[in-house]
């Protein structure tokens, strides 16, 4: 849920104040992919090809997946994504499992406590083993890598930068944040905006 939402006509500039931010050449880069996107979700059957595409993501990079049919009450349940929702949470996903180590591979929603779509919260908390401050920053690297795969499929990727809140604090800290983002992937050897995990059949689940 974007905190303050932004005006149509004021969205430009404000990319364009953001852009300013950013004082180094990669977060420039990076935020232009984003920019090219649409600032609006997908609908419709344009919608449902972006799940199809963010579900072989995940295939490519090793995730079983739950058939549609069958009510998972978690995103990641240790085992299996739920594929039944939007590509976008799908690719937030996906960035996550990247994220994390083997172990915490097999927790409930990655042993970070319950997400905002997290339906049975109390058994997310109790496979929760990653502290507080480290969860945020877990969520935050998770956020945008998910918006760089959006960005690099073609996907409107503006919506989630938007959605997601990557503007709060636009004359304060919100650049420096996203630098800061982007230098832990540089770091991690986890950033390319032109590969990605390839399409893949690993396994739907029930």
Do not use: K
Not at 38 to 58: C, D, K, N, W, Y
Not at 64 to 87: K, M, Q, R, V, Y
Not at 126 to 138: H, I, K, S, Y
């Amino acid at each position: 849920m974007i905190l303050t939402p932004i005006p149509d006509d004021q969205l430009s500039a404000t990319l364009d104040r953001f852009a300013a931010g950013l004082a180094e050449e990669l977060s420039h880069d990076v935020f232009a992919r984003i920019r090219a996107t649409s600032p609006g979700r997908a609908a419709g059957a344009e919608a449902e090809q972006h799940r199809h595409e963010a579900l072989s993501v995940a295939r490519s990079s090793g995730m079983a997946i739950h058939l549609e049919a069958n009510s998972c009450p978690f995103n990641w349940d240790g085992a299996a994504l739920n594929g039944a929702t939007e590509a976008y949470v799908i690719l937030h996903e996906v960035a996550h499992f990247v994220l994390a180590s083997p172990v915490r591979r097999r927790l409930i929603e990655f042993g970070l406590g319950p997400g905002p779509d997290t339906l049975d919260r109390a058994a997310a908390e109790r496979a929760a083993v990653v502290p507080l401050p480290a969860r945020e920053q877990d969520e935050a690297t998770a956020s945008l890598l998910g918006i760089v795969w959006e960005a690099a499929l073609g996907q409107p990727a503006l919506a989630s930068f938007l959605d997601q809140n990557w503007l709060e604090g636009l004359d304060r800290s919100a650049a420096a944040h996203f630098t800061a983002v982007v230098e832990n992937f540089r770091r991690r050897d986890l950033l390319s905006l032109d590969q990605m995990p390839a399409a893949s059949t690993a396994p739907t689940v029930g």
